[in-house]
C-alpha cells in the first residue's frame, strides 16, 4: 500500500511541475538582421576582407618578384645560390598557400568576434523577458528544428521591442 501511495504521490507531483513550466521561441538571426549595429559588423568585416586581401596580394607580389629576379640571373647564381633562392620561392609558396587556406577560418573568426557583442545583447534582453513572463524554456527556432510553435510563445517580437527596434509592418 505504501509504495503505491508513494507512486502516485510521484506521478501528481510530476504531472504539477510539467504543468508549470512554459516554453517560448526566439528567432534570433531575424533579431540579429533587424539590428542596426549590423550595418557597423559588416563595415568592419568588408574592411577585414579588404585587409586579408592587401595582404595577399603583397605576398604574391613578393613571390612573382622573387621568380622573376631568380630566372632573371639564374644564370650567374651558384650552386649554393639556387639553392637558397629556390628555398626562399617553395618557403614563399608554402606561405601563399597556408595563407589562402587558412583565410576563410580567420575571416570567420572574425565575423563571429564582431557578432559576439550583438548575440550577448539579444541574451540579455532575451533573459530579462524570459524572467519576467516566468518562461522556463526558450528554443531557437532557426537550429532547434521545430516542425510547430504556438506564435503566441515566440518572443522574437519582444526581443526586438525590448532592444529598442522598430520593424515595418509587414503584409
Known sequence: MKKLVILLLACVTSFQVQAQSKTGTIDT???LSKMPELTKVQEDLKAYNSKMEADLKVKVDEYQAKVKE????VASFTEPMKKTKQEEIITLENDIAKF????????QLEQNKLLQ??????GDALEEIAKAEKYTQVFTITTSGLAYIDPQYDLTRKVIAKLGITLKEEK
Open 29 to 31: 538571426d531575424f533579431v
Open 70 to 73: 631568380y630566372q632573371e640571373k
Open 100 to 107: 589562402r587556406q587558412n583565410g576563410s577560418q580567420l575571416v
Open 117 to 122: 557583442p550583438l548575440y550577448d545583447k539579444i
